[in-house]
T-cell receptor, first 113, second 115 residues
Framework: GAGVSQTPSNKVTEKGKYVELRCDPISGHTALYWYRQSLGQGPEFLIYFQGTGAADDSGLPNDRFFAVRPEGSVSTLKIQRTERGDSAVYLC???????????FGDGTRLSIL | AQSVTQLGSHVSVSEGALVLLRCNYSSSVPPYLFWYVQYPNQGLQLLLKYTTGATLVKGINGFEAEFKKSETSFHLTKPSAHMSDAAEYFCAVSNSGGSNYKLTFGKGTLLTVNP
């Protein structure tokens, strides 16, 4: 069975550009999470989806960040007007339900030049 | 608010030696506690978790951890290190209430195993 899949694995772009990061969760998992891991730090919570809705987006750093999960499966994290400080590894995780163990993807390494 | 402190950003042991990775947490409500391992360029893999019940928790790959409420600690141990244990280890906490999905991670401890 496939695990959590994240694409692209690496993304390099210029400051000010728009980026989209994709997460394909484990089939049947209703809960989906995004985390950001900066260099030398542990992952930091960004947003949690239950089904199609964002149940908790309290970790999104500002309004340049937005995420969707329109059909309750694949999710896209969108970052507008990227800044160099957005450079990090963005991790996606999914779980069967919100109180079940989270399974992580390998992440997307985002570099803003 | 919750927080996690991992003492020692880098721990080095010899193959066959005891592994001890330290984790202290702060939480205003009863915590759920987790240890994850991260190999280079990979995501996090759950080693073990404590929610309720027995305070000594056994996980995969021979690791175990003990929840000590009085010390607010959840240290990770393994009796005998293998070369394949070399990785970064993260301790995490969530609360036991409605937002138990929200993991707060420590900064991680890089484990090196010397032959």
């Amino acid at each position: 069975g496939a695990g959590v899949s994240q694409t692209p694995s690496n993304k390099v772009t210029e400051k000010g550009k728009y980026v989209e990061l994709r997460c394909d969760p484990i089939s049947g998992h209703t809960a989906l999470y995004w985390y950001r891991q900066s260099l030398g730090q542990g992952p930091e919570f960004l947003i949690y989806f239950q089904g199609t809705g964002a149940a908790d987006d309290s970790g999104l750093p500002n309004d340049r960040f937005f995420a969707v999960r329109p059909e309750g499966s694949v999710s896209t994290l969108k970052i507008q007007r990227t800044e160099r400080g957005d450079s990090a590894v963005y991790l996606c995780a999914s779980s069967l339900e919100s109180n079940q163990p989270q399974h992580f993807g390998d992440g997307t390494r985002l570099s803003i030049l | 608010a919750q927080s996690v402190t991992q003492l020692g950003s880098h721990v080095s042991v010899s193959e066959g030696a005891l592994v001890l990775l330290r984790c202290n947490y702060s939480s205003s409500v009863p915590p759920y506690l987790f240890w994850y391992v991260q190999y280079p360029n990979q995501g996090l893999q759950l080693l073990l978790k404590y929610t309720t019940g027995a305070t000594l928790v056994k996980g995969i790959n021979g690791f175990e951890a003990e929840f000590k409420k009085s010390e607010t600690s959840f240290h990770l141990t393994k009796p005998s290190a293998h070369m394949s244990d070399a990785a970064e280890y993260f301790c995490a906490v969530s609360n036991s209430g409605g937002s138990n999905y929200k993991l707060t991670f420590g900064k991680g401890t890089l484990l090196t195993v010397n032959p």
